[in-house]
């Protein structure tokens, strides 16, 4: 929603899919019958192939531009160990696989605290993966926005109120 406007404030029109992902875009109408078209997608190095695989077997004409670089940060995982030394599960968010990973890593050898901790996450695609890595509470958004996420922390801890 942020890119849509920066894109609207440039004089753009934007169609926002209802799943902000690439399954989502590529159910919009607008990108069924896109033969002879040009675009070009920007994402993270390594980034998924579902978004130009299926443009071009609709037809068009796929650029990528990868934009930036997934690492894994180079940070003091003691505040992180600190928060699984506590009594109570802190609650996690994790908005990419990778980023996923890198938490995991950082656990070092208090992984298997950090799989008991609930997590909040933004797909599905990332649910399935959490689950799959033995992640035993996973919660999840519609969306990235910090109001889905805040609905889907709300609902997963209040459900009685919905």
């Not at 109408?29 to 675009?39: D, E, I, M, N, R």
């Not at 995982?77 to 890593?105: C, E, H, K, Q, Y």
């Not at 889905?148 to 609902?155: V, Y």
Request: positive net charge; contains cysteine.
């Amino acid at each position: 929603k942020g890119t849509a406007a920066v894109l609207e404030n440039a004089g753009l029109t934007v169609t926002l899919p209802e799943r902000a992902d690439s399954d989502g875009l590529l159910a919009l109408p607008a990108l069924g019958a896109v033969s002879g078209q040009c675009f070009l997608v920007f994402r993270g190095e390594g980034g998924r192939e579902l978004l130009r695989e299926t443009l071009q077997a609709r037809g068009a004409t796929v650029d990528v531009l990868e934009l930036y670089r997934r690492v894994k940060p180079n940070t003091d995982p003691r505040p992180l160990l600190a928060l699984l030394d506590r009594p109570d599960s802190p609650i996690l968010t994790v908005t990419s696989g990778d980023g996923l990973r890198n938490l995991m890593a950082l656990a070092g050898n208090r992984l298997n605290r950090l799989l008991q901790c609930p997590l909040l996450v933004i797909s599905g695609r990332l649910a399935e993966f959490a689950r799959k890595q033995g992640f035993a509470t996973v919660w999840q958004a519609s969306s990235p926005s910090v109001a889905d996420m805040m609905a889907a922390l709300t609902r997963a801890l209040h459900p009685a109120l919905h």
